[in-house]
């Protein structure tokens, strides 16, 4: 929405807010929903259960006409392409594209025209502007083909699990559809075209959890849409305060934040259902869903990808990924590293069918490494804090390479935190030569997006430098 409407929907009352709400996402789904959308799920699925041997095939074949079309359309690759002296047409096999350096968003930022092909109109593209909460923002430019397939994705893992779009659902996301200065319930607008109620993940205070309790009762979603961290609010008060919420979900999707096992758990617990985990990007590379078993799939017509080591070679371990996306023509990612860290079984063997690699470890953010003096990463480090159960929510701060601030929300009874505890755990997996503080807090403050970030590192990028060679 530009800063007009933005205006317009703030000032509204709230009826018309709930009109407006409704409007755009019958646009939003008339943007979404192609007329041939029951053809092309059935496409994704069969493509979900193909052989490994069909699979590996389908990708090569993705991998060469996204490259080659790229080479022809797209002036940033027609350069690179010739600068390097590779030739899109000679892709044989998944290790002659590691000749193609990787795209980071720094790279697109420099020159982001050079990266729309030129059959596409700039204006006509469907535009998503990441918050650059970590690292630089990056506005991602879309064709509706594109677009629609995305959304079919998502659809096809919805009915994977039994639900579908029009479905009574309640959402919890970052999309800002009650004003910040709004004290009183209703915190939820109502959006007729999908019959959804979206709720607003700013005004989830104690205070006003029991609105949001009853509303959700009331309105008794068949499944529902959240940021874990949103959900994990609600289900901490349901346990706190013995409230046995009355739902009766087919399941809840989470997506956009690491979801912990014991948060998962308390969530499942509180609303009597499964979660059905989800992973992708809005740059729209990749995306994974869990399958009826808990295993996290990448869906293969999404696009290739790549895992590597701080080298940038390949790893069957933890690392960072890479993708390479089919989907957008208009906007090509070839080998562009998404910040996430990830670990891959891809000879995994499920129970469900699927033949495509499977997310074991999905390790968080990148930027949300601490690192250490001598030069070590440390990643999910939110695991420290796990069984401590004198803790509610914590984030771990960095600030300077020798001085560590933890921020821990006590639980509720907990009147005085065992702070060496919390310390000596933290130190057996970060060193002595750090300063380590903690500080209690009423709560953990949300990214203006409303996700939740376990560890924040504000080393700038030339400190991160300086020490990694060193
Ligand atoms: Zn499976």
């Given at each position: 929405m530009n800063n007009l409407l933005k205006n317009v929907y703030e000032n509204s009352p709230i009826f018309l807010q709930n009109i407006m709400t409704s409007i755009y996402g019958y646009v939003l789904s008339k943007r979404r929903f192609p007329k041939n959308q029951s053809e092309l799920l059935q496409q994704l699925k069969e493509l979900e259960f193909i052989s490994k041997r069909e699979l590996e095939k389908f990708k090569l074949k993705e991998l060469q006409k996204i490259i080659i079309y790229s080479y022809n359309k797209v002036p940033y690759y027609k350069k690179l392409f010739k600068d390097i002296n590779f030739n899109p047409n000679n892709i044989e096999d998944f290790n002659d594209i590691r000749r193609i350096p990787f795209l980071t968003k720094e790279k697109i930022?420099?020159?982001?025209?050079?990266?729309?092909?030129?059959?596409?109109?700039?204006?006509?593209?469907?535009?998503?502007?990441?918050?650059?909460?970590?690292?630089?923002?990056?506005?991602?430019?879309?064709?509706?083909?594109?677009?629609?397939?995305?959304?079919?994705?998502?659809?096809?893992?919805?009915r994977n699990h039994g639900v579908k779009i029009g479905d009574k659902k309640a959402t919890f996301f970052g999309r800002a559809i009650v004003s910040k200065k709004q004290s009183k319930p209703p915190f939820w607008r109502y959006n007729l075209t999908q019959n959804q109620l979206l709720f607003s993940i700013f005004h989830l205070t104690q205070d006003n959890l029991p609105a949001y309790i009853n509303k959700l009762e009331e309105f008794a979603p068949l499944?529902?849409?959240?940021?874990?961290?949103?959900?994990?609010?609600i289900a901490k008060y349901l346990e706190e305060n013995k409230i046995n919420i009355n739902l009766n979900l087919k399941c809840i999707f989470t997506t956009?934040?690491?979801?912990?096992?014991?948060?998962?758990?308390l969530i499942e617990e509180q609303f009597k259902t499964k979660i059905v985990d989800q992973y992708g990007s809005s740059e729209a590379v990749v995306f994974a869903g869990e399958c009826k078993y808990g295993n996290m799939h990448i869906f293969p017509g999404f696009g290739f990808v790549e895992v590597i080591d701080e080298e940038g070679n390949p790893t069957d371990g933890l690392g960072e990924i890479v993708v390479t996306g089919f989907l957008n023509k208009a906007m090509p990612f070839i080998r562009y590293k998404l910040g996430d860290m990830v670990e891959l079984d891809k000879d995994f063997k499920c129970k469900c069918g699927r033949s495509s690699a499977v997310i074991v470890n999905l390790g968080g953010r990148k930027d949300d490494l601490i690192i250490t003096p001598d030069g070590n990463q440390v990643s999910r480090l939110g695991y420290v804090l796990k069984n401590n159960s004198e803790v509610k929510e914590a984030q771990i701060i960095q600030n300077d390479i020798r001085e560590i601030i933890i921020k821990v929300v006590p639980n509720k009874g907990v009147l005085e935190i065992n702070k060496d505890k919390i310390i000596t755990s933290i130190k057996k997996r970060l060193g002595e030569e750090i300063n380590y503080s903690i500080v209690e807090a009423q709560e953990i403050p949300r990214q203006e997006n409303g996700k939740f970030r376990y560890v924040v590192c504000n080393l700038s990028d030339k400190q991160k430098e300086e020490i990694l060679r060193s």
């Amino acid at each position: 929405m530009n800063n007009l409407l933005k205006n317009v929907y703030e000032n509204s009352p709230i009826f018309l807010q709930n009109i407006m709400t409704s409007i755009y996402g019958y646009v939003l789904s008339k943007r979404r929903f192609p007329k041939n959308q029951s053809e092309l799920l059935q496409q994704l699925k069969e493509l979900e259960f193909i052989s490994k041997r069909e699979l590996e095939k389908f990708k090569l074949k993705e991998l060469q006409k996204i490259i080659i079309y790229s080479y022809n359309k797209v002036p940033y690759y027609k350069k690179l392409f010739k600068d390097i002296n590779f030739n899109p047409n000679n892709i044989e096999d998944f290790n002659d594209i590691r000749r193609i350096p990787f795209l980071t968003k720094e790279k697109i930022n420099l020159q982001p025209n050079q990266l729309i092909s030129k059959e596409f109109d700039q204006d006509k593209l469907v535009i998503h502007k990441t918050s650059g909460s970590t690292g630089s923002p990056l506005a991602i430019y879309k064709d509706g083909e594109c677009n629609n397939r995305s959304f079919a994705y998502w659809e096809r893992l919805r009915r994977n699990h039994g639900v579908k779009i029009g479905d009574k659902k309640a959402t919890f996301f970052g999309r800002a559809i009650v004003s910040k200065k709004q004290s009183k319930p209703p915190f939820w607008r109502y959006n007729l075209t999908q019959n959804q109620l979206l709720f607003s993940i700013f005004h989830l205070t104690q205070d006003n959890l029991p609105a949001y309790i009853n509303k959700l009762e009331e309105f008794a979603p068949l499944y529902i849409e959240s940021y874990p961290s949103a959900l994990f609010v609600i289900a901490k008060y349901l346990e706190e305060n013995k409230i046995n919420i009355n739902l009766n979900l087919k399941c809840i999707f989470t997506t956009a934040e690491n979801l912990e096992a014991d948060k998962r758990e308390l969530i499942e617990e509180q609303f009597k259902t499964k979660i059905v985990d989800q992973y992708g990007s809005s740059e729209a590379v990749v995306f994974a869903g869990e399958c009826k078993y808990g295993n996290m799939h990448i869906f293969p017509g999404f696009g290739f990808v790549e895992v590597i080591d701080e080298e940038g070679n390949p790893t069957d371990g933890l690392g960072e990924i890479v993708v390479t996306g089919f989907l957008n023509k208009a906007m090509p990612f070839i080998r562009y590293k998404l910040g996430d860290m990830v670990e891959l079984d891809k000879d995994f063997k499920c129970k469900c069918g699927r033949s495509s690699a499977v997310i074991v470890n999905l390790g968080g953010r990148k930027d949300d490494l601490i690192i250490t003096p001598d030069g070590n990463q440390v990643s999910r480090l939110g695991y420290v804090l796990k069984n401590n159960s004198e803790v509610k929510e914590a984030q771990i701060i960095q600030n300077d390479i020798r001085e560590i601030i933890i921020k821990v929300v006590p639980n509720k009874g907990v009147l005085e935190i065992n702070k060496d505890k919390i310390i000596t755990s933290i130190k057996k997996r970060l060193g002595e030569e750090i300063n380590y503080s903690i500080v209690e807090a009423q709560e953990i403050p949300r990214q203006e997006n409303g996700k939740f970030r376990y560890v924040v590192c504000n080393l700038s990028d030339k400190q991160k430098e300086e020490i990694l060679r060193s």
